[in-house]
């Protein structure tokens, strides 16, 4: 077991260098949450108030969708280093030594976490300069559940990397699936704006339900149903992604 | 009287084969092999002949279909982490972290083995020494040259001063000067008590480099022995005289050199002018020689020119297969291109 954490601690050290190497990530990470508030919560503002949406403030609404949008880029972005990895030998090597397949993937979705949580604060600190009321509890909790947002969508990640072994592939993929990904689960505009169907389909989307708690949250409504819903399900998404995640590492080959 | 140590890699009847564009191709059919502790042993065959294949079976990377293998007093299958702990792999890719400096990928592959955080600083400066890294060893491994990239990896296979060591085309791509060097470490290695197991397609490594080889071609052992043992067996040291006579005493330098004890074959042929070609297969170059100039001064012919040639692994491999290693075999990488489709 303290052989398995130490294993991790490395691996989670390894990846936040790579990561530090690379100054340009950092800055884009960090604006471009703050831009999506800056520029596109005011088109939100017109819609507040009219039919179907939300009731509440609309930040309330908005902020939660950045967040969500946050986790996933976060977390999606583990496949690309993999495949330079497996192109240049590292996993090999790794897999050659007694390191546990699990902390070598988990190394990963740590510094995932880390690079959602980063910008993550900005933007609940920039959401509360433009108004946003900053609720302790709900925003404790929707770190937490977004945190395994970001687990599920990392070891994803690495698995679709060390499956296809081309970024070619593993772009299309990804980029293919982000799209009906994100707008089912009503990220950037509510679901209850579209037509019952589509709001049928959201349901069949993982994520929606990570969104949907997420919104509940940011409101500061703690004890929901919805947000018991979210839990359960992200959980048993980031779990199953983590085994899927080890499995890959078990069986790469370069 | 102490039982005689226990081999280091015992291989039975190894089996693995993989799906390309539906049919099964055979990698590695049935191979046995016994490499002894303290041995540098190499394996040497052509392009697609298996030798990544077996590599990546002994080294846990890759399930065999059938047949055993034993590492390290380990079996790969049943205790490939026992295995693990006591091997090192220096695959052909290299496998250094580019981004990272050359210390911190032996940092992180010390720990990762269990050193201590000073254990691994120790063992760090003391490879950075022997392989002569110190002076770049804080800069990212982007900027090394390939020579310096090799030996941080062999490094990085060693830091946990493992029992058996294995190296796929270890100096392929390397100039002759750094092929040479790591020739000399991988020899300190095998001194200091490191079993080395690695694979070839060069013929003057094998040669020079191991202490046994075996040849392998379509994932089975051909032959297997010292590099001079595979050589005087499957093939001898060749003699080529040019010497000054007319065609008509053809006949009787031939009788003349038959009867010498060391010449096997004796090969006369009339060139241009008053010139013949001797060619003899000799088992020993150096008596075999000095008969032939006595047998040609007592016949009042004079010599003109004279050439041994040693045989080669190539030999062997030719004597064996009919081809020549350097034919054999499909283009570059085509090994690794088997894998790549199974996967």
């Not at chain 1, 819609?47 to 969708?65: K, N, R, S």
């Not at chain 2, 269990?114 to 002076?135: K, P, Q, T």
């Not at chain 2, 008053?274 to 060619?279: K, M, N």
Request: net charge neutral; proline share 5%.
């Amino acid at each position: 077991m303290t052989a398995f954490a130490v294993q991790t601690g490395l691996f989670f050290r390894r990846k936040l260098l790579e990561t530090l190497r690379q100054p340009v990530w950092i800055i884009t990470g960090l604006t471009t949450p703050v831009l999506y508030l800056a520029l596109f919560a005011p088109l939100l503002r017109s819609l507040a108030g009219g039919p179907a949406f939300p009731p509440g403030p609309v930040l309330d609404v908005f902020l939660p969708g950045i967040m969500v949008l946050i986790a996933f880029g976060a977390g999606m972005g583990a496949g690309w280093p993999v495949i330079w990895e497996l192109d240049s030998g590292v996993i090999e090597r790794l897999r050659v030594t007694p390191a546990s397949r699990l902390a070598l993937l988990l190394g990963t979705v740590l510094r995932d976490i880390v690079m959602f949580a980063v910008p993550g604060v900005v933007v609940i600190a920039a959401g509360a300069a433009f108004g946003y009321q900053v609720h302790w509890g709900g925003i404790l909790l929707l770190f937490v559940l977004l945190a395994l947002l970001t687990a599920a969508c990392s070891a994803t990640s690495s698995a679709l990397g060390l499956k296809l072994r081309q970024i070619g592939s593993l772009a299309a993929v990804v980029t293919g699936a982000q799209l009906p990904l994100t707008l089912l689960a009503g990220i950037l505009l509510p679901l209850s704006l579209g037509p019952a169907w589509l709001r049928v389909l959201g349901h069949v989307n993982p994520m929606y339900y990570a969104v949907q708690a997420a919104r509940s949250l940011a409101a500061g409504s703690v004890g929901t149903g919805t947000v018991g819903l979210g839990f359960l399900v992200t959980g048993v998404i980031a779990v199953l992604a983590v085994c899927w995640g080890t499995r890959a590492y078990q069986r790469a080959m370069a | 009287m102490s039982a005689p140590p226990l081999p280091d890699v015992q291989v039975t009847g190894l089996r693995k084969s993989f799906r390309v564009a539906g049919a099964a191709v055979e990698a590695v059919s049935g191979l046995d092999l016994t490499v002894q502790a303290g041995e540098v042993f190499g394996l040497l065959g052509p392009n697609g002949a298996g030798k990544t294949t077996t590599l990546r079976i002994l080294t846990t990377l890759l399930p065999a279909d059938s047949g055993t293998a034993q590492v390290a007093g380990a079996d790969v299958l049943r205790a490939p982490a026992a295995v693990r702990r006591r091997i090192g792999y220096v695959g052909q890719l290299g496998g250094a972290d580019k981004e990272a400096t050359g210390r911190e990928n032996l940092m992180l592959a010390g720990r990762l083995y269990g050193l201590s955080a000073a254990g691994a600083r120790r063992r760090c400066a003391e490879l950075a020494s022997v392989f002569d890294l110190d002076a770049i060893a804080d800069r990212s491994v982007r900027t090394y040259s390939g020579g310096q990239r090799r030996r941080l990896e062999v490094a990085l296979g060693i830091m946990h001063r493992p029992q058996v060591l294995f190296l796929d085309e270890p100096t392929t791509g390397l100039d002759p000067q750094n092929r040479a060097n790591l020739w000399t470490q991988l020899r300190m290695l095998r001194d200091g008590g490191t079993t080395i197991f690695l694979t070839t397609h060069y013929l003057d490594e094998a040669d020079q480099l191991c202490d046994r080889v075996a040849i392998i071609d379509y994932g089975r052992v051909i032959a297997i022995g010292s590099p001079e043992e595979l050589k005087q067996r499957y093939s001898a040291d060749t003699i080529t005289v040019t010497a000054e006579a007319a065609p008509d005493v053809l006949d009787a330098v031939a009788a003349e050199l038959a009867a010498v004890p060391a010449i096997s074959r004796a090969v006369v042929e009339s060139g241009a002018g008053l010139g013949l070609t001797i060619r003899l297969t000799v088992t020993d170059a150096t008596r075999a020689m000095a008969a032939v100039f006595g047998a040609l001064a007592a016949l009042g012919i004079p010599t003109r020119d004279a050439s041994v040639a040693r045989p080669t692994l190539d030999d062997v491999f030719l004597g064996e297969t009919g081809r020549s290693l350097r034919d054999a075999g499909s283009p570059d990488g085509a090994d690794a291109d088997v894998e790549e489709v199974a996967a």
